[in-house]
């Protein structure tokens, strides 16, 4: 018998400037600094799930870490993440953004009910804040 996946725990993003993207992620989209280093920022993405920002380049080598070794990881170009939210706060999301200069790319709605906002981060990341409905598993 396999062995079980509970969830995907961690989601990496690869950023120029790591002050920058925290900014963004914390003050933009309300996320929480649970650790940090100078190679990345740990995130709280809500119900146990970490957004790990990564200043580019910094993992190319891997790290040694007190407890062991960490293989090499990178990423170029536009990479895409999504947030879960409630269905009843897409128009706060919206108005949300919009105060903070954010511009909404893309809206999308799903058959099954779900919904979809579309936008860019300061590295140029595709973000997206999703609805249950999106998938059959949300």
């Known amino acids: 018998m396999m062995p079980h996946i509970n969830c995907v725990l961690e989601t990496a993003l690869y950023v120029d400037n790591l002050d920058r993207a925290v900014r963004f992620y914390r003050d933009v989209l309300g996320l929480r600094v649970i650790d940090t280093s100078a190679r990345l920022v740990a995130m709280d993405a809500g119900q146990a799930t970490v957004l790990l920002l990564f200043r580019r380049g910094a993992t190319a080598n891997g790290a040694q870490t007190p407890t062991g070794w960490v293989p090499p990881h990178d990423g ?63």
């Open 76 to 138: 170029t170009g536009p990479i895409h993440i999504a947030f879960a939210i409630a269905a009843d706060q897409m128009a706060e999301w919206e108005r949300h953004l919009a105060e903070q200069g954010v511009t909404i790319e893309s809206r999308i709605a799903r058959e099954a009910g779900g919904g979809r906002l579309y936008f860019r981060d300061p590295d140029g990341h595709s973000v997206e804040l999703a609805t249950p409905g999106t998938w059959p598993t949300y």
